[in-house]
């Protein structure tokens, strides 16, 4: 590679990997092994300081995973990541670092279901709270943040589709406070928009999503933009305080602007556990060698679909950014130029029922629970995803009765379209 900055597909072929040093492999191996010989006492007892960089033990770091690792930081154009086994896990480990009981995390409410649920119950048992922002506008978080904050949360594209949000506005509002911007930026990947380019200090990523892009590996990422200042307050101690186990060491004054993405590996992914396979890492790995041309191919196909559905006369509405008339067109022109991505949602003028009879009739799309597959996917959200959601939670979260979820596949649009018209016709 030359001395200029790479450009977004040489990054996603090559970052993090080079050609196997004693094998010459140019793929990258799968190190499937749990563990990894020390080349002397010393040595061992270096890595166990954090002394040196190196493998110990696959839960903590793998030669795999931190080509992924790597990938998705160049990618983010963050300063380091740590990859786990699911987006859940790096929302538990993001703020695992950040939380203690009785701080709390102010969120968006349009994220996606199981974030909703982690955040109102599972992590209550730990003793952090949510603070749900009224709206979507950067002063429903200010108001929203009080002395026991932590972080602000929130999606770049929000599930369950066509809402773009004003990371500048509410990273401007985070900073005021002085507490770190969390974006999950799994619907809109880095392809169609860089998070830390406006202003987030941590970027989260299903992997499972568009980023392995092949729906067939579960993974998840922390990145650390590199731009927080920890020690500006003392909210923060985990980055901040002496670490009895690592010879008193403060993780942030020892690792500066990759600090956050340490704390959660050698803190969180060390106690937590949810290590990722290096299978799965290899497989995410080559879904992201691709990851330009899919969502460009994603992102247009979703808007000849949206456009064919606002068209028709069984369909009351459609939410994607990239129609001129949707009120988030101007959001996505600033903030993911190249396209609104594949997932979005629109109403049925039937209801409930036109909802389950219109998943029944299609053909080509896959109805199930997940998003950002080569193929093309549907779903009822509030006969499943949603489901356990407080019929007001519902609609706050855009799932209200009549309303389908749809993520755009890879295949031709005219086959698309040609399903969805065949079972529009019998709803
Ligand atoms: C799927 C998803 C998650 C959870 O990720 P898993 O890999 O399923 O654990 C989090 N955020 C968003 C936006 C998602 O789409």
Not at 361 to 374: E, K, M, R
């Amino acid at each position: 590679m030359s001395d200029s900055t790479p450009g977004f597909n040489t990054l996603a072929i090559h970052a993090g990997a080079k050609p196997d040093p004693t094998t010459g492999a140019r793929a990258t191996p799968i190190y499937q092994t749990t563990s990894f010989v020390f080349e002397d006492v010393d040595h061992a007892a270096s890595l166990f300081g954090l002394q040196a960089f190196g493998n110990i033990y696959t839960r903590i770091t793998n030669p795999t995973t931190a080509v992924l690792e790597e990938r998705v930081a160049a990618l983010e154009g963050g300063t380091a990541a740590l990859a786990v086994a699911s987006g859940h896990s790096a929302q538990l480990i993001a703020l695992h670092t950040l939380m203690a009981p009785g701080c709390n995390v102010v969120a968006c409410k349009r994220m996606y279901g199981g974030t909703i649920n982690q955040l109102s119950h599972s992590f209550k048992n730990f003793g952090w709270d949510v603070k749900w922002a009224e709206g979507l506008d950067a002063k429903s978080f200010a108001d929203q943040i009080d002395e026991n904050t932590r972080a602000v949360f929130i999606e770049s594209l929000a599930n369950p589709g066509g809402v773009v949000m004003d990371i500048e506005g509410i990273s401007a509002v985070a900073k005021e406070a002085g507490i770190p911007l969390i974006v999950d930026n799994t619907m809109a990947t880095p392809y169609l928009c860089q998070p830390i380019k406006h202003g987030a200090d941590i970027v989260l990523h299903s992997l499972t999503k568009f980023m392995g892009g092949h729906g067939n590996s579960m993974g998840g990422a922390i990145v650390d933009a590199g731009t927080f200042d920890w020690a500006a307050s003392d909210k923060y101690p985990m980055l901040t305080e002496p670490r009895p186990e690592y010879n008193d060491m403060r993780l942030f004054e020892t690792f500066g602007n990759i600090a956050f993405a340490i704390c959660c590996r050698v803190l969180g992914l060390r106690d937590l556990g949810p290590a990722i396979s290096p299978q799965n890492a290899f497989m995410l790995i080559t879904g992201i060698e691709t990851l330009a041309l899919r969502m460009q191919k994603h992102s247009d196909n979703a808007l000849q679909v949206a456009e064919f559905l606002q068209c028709h006369p069984a369909v009351s509405w459609v939410s994607y950014a990239g129609l001129p008339n949707d009120p988030f067109y101007q959001a996505h022109k600033k903030y993911c130029p190249k396209g609104a991505g594949a997932v979005f949602t629109f109403g049925l003028k039937g209801g409930y029922d036109a909802g389950i009879e219109l998943v029944k009739g299609l053909t080509l799309f896959s109805h199930l629970a997940n998003i950002g597959d080569t193929r093309s996917l549907i779903i009822h959200p509030a006969s499943t995803t949603h489901r356990q959601l407080s019929d007001e939670q519902k609609k706050a979260a855009g799932a209200g009765p009549g309303v389908v979820r749809l993520s755009i596949g890879i295949e031709d649009a005219a086959d698309i379209i040609a399903d969805l018209k065949q079972a529009l016709e019998k709803v």
